[in-house]
């Protein structure tokens, strides 16, 4: 069974950078749909960022275009996240996510509509 691991979260004051990873037990992402995504308090859940695999397409959301960015090292199987300019706006539980990546499939519907595995979230708390 696919394990994910999110790990980087803490408490961190506005202006702040933080870099979340997410390690992949047992296979690699390779071929393969990741996202980001986040949940505050009484919030839906975000999509914050995703990336394909298969060509490196690459999408952040507008509440935190220009702040972030997402990477892959695979020799550790491991997606970070980058978040810097953090903002109290910021603060929620953060999951990654993964799905087998399709070319037939655009990937950010994929990443948007549904994806198989997920992890259980690291919290960022962004104080002001």
């Known amino acids: 069974e696919v394990q994910l691991v999110e790990s980087g979260g803490g408490l961190v004051q506005a202006g702040g950078s933080l870099r979340l990873a997410c390690v992949a037990s047992?296979?690699?992402?390779?071929?393969?749909?990741i996202g980001w995504f986040r949940q505050a308090p009484g919030k839906e859940r975000e999509g914050v960022s995703c990336?394909?695999?298969?060509?490196?397409?690459?999408y952040y959301a507008d509440s935190v275009k220009d702040r972030v960015i997402i990477s892959k090292d695979k020799r550790k199987n491991t997606v970070y996240l980058q978040i810097d300019k953090l903002k109290p706006e910021d603060t929620a539980v953060y999951y990654c996510?993964?799905?087998?990546?399709?070319?037939?499939?655009?990937?950010?519907?994929?990443?948007?509509?549904?994806?198989?595995?997920w992890g259980k979230g690291t919290l960022v708390t962004v104080s002001s």
């Open positions: 996510a993964a799905h087998r990546a399709y070319a037939s499939e655009d990937y950010l519907d994929r990443c948007l509509a549904g994806m198989e595995y």
């Open positions: 047992e296979y690699t992402f390779e071929h393969y749909v």
């Open positions: 990336f394909s695999d298969l060509d490196g397409s690459t």
